[in-house]
């Protein structure tokens, strides 16, 4: 059996200070995170998408969490998506009855993700969105970003951010695939940049 010689810096295999983080996918993603919306619920969406990078190649390991309220536009102020035993302090998930509005999930393999969530309410004067916030790889800060729905053309029209970003609004609005399903991609840079918000 021959021995591998790791004496040299060019032999040595990476280890994790050698190699680019972070490495979001370990304790962050947690099972059911994409299942935000209770089984059966009428008011059930699914978005689904990419994360690309600047050159159009999905990332297999960015984190991507989703925020929404009611279909009435109310807060969700019910806990529960990282609920623990209190007996052995484990992880039990949701409870698959309540809304709480926000969810968590790592892309696949190929750069695939989705939620199912209830389809969001207006609330104060936009038409309704979800919120987003990308973790991948190279960005040291994390990114928001909104997810509209397509449908009310006269509420998007009028939504003072889509207003705002001009030629870019695309970018942030949903495509409708069939009922109840629709596609969002996030592109991070280059060409058809989703637009990124900065808060302060």
Known sequence: MAKTDTSGPDQAPPTPSHTVGPFYGYALPFRGGEEIAPLGHPETITVHGYVLDGEGAALPDALVEVWGPHPDGTVPRTDGSMRRDPATGGHLGRNGVEFTGWGRVQTDADGHWYVRTL??????????????????????????????????????????????????????????ETAGIYRFDIRLQGEGETVFLEFQ
């Open 119 to 176: 389809r969001p309410g207006a609330r104060g004067g936009n038409a309704p969105y979800l919120s987003v916030c990308v973790f991948a790889r190279g960005l040291l800060v994390h990114l928001f970003t909104r997810i509209y729905l397509p449908g009310d053309a006269a509420a998007l029209a009028a939504d003072p951010l889509l207003t705002r970003v001009g030629d870019r609004r695309g970018t942030l609005i949903a495509a409708d």
